[in-house]
């Protein structure tokens, strides 16, 4: 009787595939104790799933959100290690909302090359991703987006028509992240159409905060 031995066998031209987003949390400080990996959104982390006291951020950039359905504090990670509460605090967004209960109970990674919308301030609530002009979008209530990659210009009509107050004109904004009630007379807005547009400013390295 032959018995057939599998073999393994490693092919140095073929690499492993690192997800495109990838987020770790410990349950102790030093990236020690029990891991959990995510490479994708989650409204409610699993009990057991989110006591965090440090993370690394292997790829991509997420935001990690202190309750459920991405409410709370906002804390948003690069690529990096943050090896204890006091580094994961000082990621926080707002600084009117530092308050962080060594929990993640919602995360989510940040779309880059794209526009992000969110209908609550400082990256919370649902989100809409546009990769590309959108004459007819229909968010009514804009209150944060992060922009990675390209310019865009946002009217508040369809077909990327009408203007925002104080100048009746569209609103032309770069990479970075944007909380709009500090840009718009303290109002949220709505988004009728969105389209990419060259930097009003010529060519230059941005590099968003």
Not at 9 to 36: C, F, N, Q, W
Not at 55 to 66: F, P
Not at 88 to 100: G, K, L
Request: net charge negative; aromatic share 10%.
């Amino acid at each position: 009787m032959i018995t057939q031995r599998m073999s393994h066998r490693v092919y140095p031209s073929r690499k492993r595939k690192m997800a495109a987003y990838s987020i770790s949390i410990y349950d102790e400080e030093g990236l020690r104790g029990t891991k959990h990996t995510f490479t994708d959104i989650v409204e409610d982390v699993p009990a057991g799933q989110n006591s965090c006291y440090s993370i690394k951020v292997d790829s991509g950039e997420w935001l990690v959100y202190s309750h459920n359905d991405f409410e709370g504090t906002t804390i948003r990670l690069p690529p990096g290690i943050y090896p204890d509460p006091g580094h994961i605090r000082s990621s926080h967004v707002n600084p009117n909302n530092t308050a962080w209960n060594d929990m993640v109970r919602s995360l989510r990674p940040v779309r880059q090359d794209a526009v992000t919308l969110y209908d609550k301030d400082d990256f919370r609530g649902a989100e809409q991703v546009v990769t590309c002009d959108d004459p007819d979008i229909e968010m009514d209530n804009c209150c944060s987006l992060i922009i990675r990659g390209e310019w865009w210009s946002l009217y508040p009509y369809g077909s990327y028509n009408g203007g925002y107050p104080p100048r009746n004109a569209e609103m032309t904004l770069g990479p970075g992240n944007h909380r709009l009630p500090l840009m718009a007379c303290g109002e949220n807005i709505t988004i009728g159409s969105i389209k990419k547009v060259a930097c009003p400013y010529g060519p230059f390295p941005f590099i968003f905060p």
